[in-house]
């Protein structure tokens, strides 16, 4: 299958690009769009045979389930059952934006989209392209980040290209996705509600409007298809938290021993400590610990640079788990777990 490129202005969307993208999803296709938090590889969500090209161009496990998108609050009625007063309070605070809900399923939602699961996670991203292409569409799209199974998700259009050229129809370009990392899913069909992964939004923000979702206490529960292994970048990836020395001194000792081994060793630093290094490694700098934003905007392009530079392990420096931080930490940790802990 031949992948069509095509680049859009998100100020200034063409509309026949746009019919031309709608066209691929209605159908049938996959195209793959920006949102504001990473790429996503959408189809139409009702169209059960669509959604089931999703998880073969991926490599995605059949237990799964996928992010369906919509381009106006008042569709979360097509897609999801059971909305009280608490729910919409959330969607008008965060939507559009990174926050995914998990809701009671509606009928029209087939059963691939949700692997089976009576619930169903929805979202409304917070970029012109992902809501125009919606619309036009006149449909929800189901989509979830346009990696390949496993590997960090995409934030360029050029990264989706490197794992899914000839596996799908189009690409939409439309520049880098600003937020990075992956959106906060929140479960609310569950008492007391639950964050099920961090991601682009600020957890205690959301517990500030709706004191009853419960703190988040790491990764103790697992969404289903989440694993413990993911967001993985080809290079083994080593995450150095706080101890009796330095990170920087402890990042060296590591990285000293691998050199010696004669592995290729890359360093993912914070701004504030890139001083601290220099010789015979690989070093790129993730941003400032006091910017987590801009760290987490960072984050998978810079694993996604070290593979094509060819690192074969990369030492990461943490960040402080808070607000973002936690977000980054989670994926960092994550790319750091052995194939063996899936
Ligand atoms: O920011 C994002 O969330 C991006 C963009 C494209 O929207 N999407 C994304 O989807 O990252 P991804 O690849 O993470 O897949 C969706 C995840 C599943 O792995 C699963 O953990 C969770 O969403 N999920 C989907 N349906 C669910 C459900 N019914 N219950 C619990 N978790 C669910
Ligand atoms: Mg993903």
Redo the contacts with the bound molecule.
């Keep these: 299958m031949e992948t069509k490129l095509i680049k859009f202005n998100p100020d200034k969307i063409d509309s026949l690009l746009l019919q031309e993208a709608a066209r691929v999803i209605n159908g049938g296709g996959l195209v793959a769009f920006p949102?504001e938090?990473?790429?996503?590889l959408g189809a139409d969500a009702l169209n059960p045979l669509s959604c089931a090209k999703i998880f073969e161009a991926k490599n995605r496990p059949l237990n799964?389930?996928?992010?369906v998108?919509i381009a106006d609050k008042q569709d979360i009625f097509k897609v999801a059952g059971e909305i009280y007063k608490r729910t919409l309070g959330i969607i008008d605070e965060f939507w559009p934006g990174?926050l995914?809900l998990?809701l009671k399923?509606s009928q029209n939602i087939p059963q691939i989209v949700?692997?089976g699961?009576e619930?169903?996670?929805v979202?409304m991203?917070d970029n012109p392209i992902a809501l125009a292409l919606i619309k036009e569409a006149q449909t929800p799209i189901a989509?979830?980040?346009?990696n390949l199974f496993g590997r960090p998700?995409p934030t360029t259009a050029q990264h989706v290209f490197d794992d899914l050229k000839g596996r799908i129809d189009m690409i939409v370009d439309g520049g880098k996705t600003q937020v990075g990392v992956?959106?906060t899913?929140l479960?609310l069909t569950q008492t007391p509600s639950r964050i099920?992964?961090p991601?682009?939004i600020d957890i205690e923000a959301l517990r500030r409007l709706s004191p009853d979702i419960e703190s988040y206490q790491g990764n103790r529960i697992l969404?289903?298809?989440?694993f413990t292994r993911h967001y993985s970048p080809k290079a083994r990836v080593i995450v150095v938290e706080d101890g009796n020395k330095t990170q920087p001194e402890r990042v060296k000792d590591i990285a000293s021993e691998f050199i010696s081994q004669g592995y290729s060793v890359g360093i993912m630093a914070k701004d504030e400590n890139k001083n601290h290094y220099n010789g015979d490694f690989n070093l790129k700098i993730l941003g400032p610990e006091k910017n987590l934003a801009l760290c987490a905007a960072n984050l998978y392009s810079l694993l996604r640079e070290f593979d094509k530079d060819g690192t074969q392990i990369i030492i990461a420096e943490s960040v402080k788990e808070d607000g973002l931080g936690i977000t980054i930490m989670d994926r960092l940790r994550k790319a750091a777990a052995k194939e063996s802990d899936v």
């Design positions: 949102t938090t990473v790429y996503g799964d389930p996928l992010i998108h990174p995914t998990v399923k949700t692997a699961l619930t169903v996670a979202r991203p989509a979830p980040s346009a998700s992956e959106s899913i479960d099920l992964r991601g682009g969404s289903p298809g989440m």
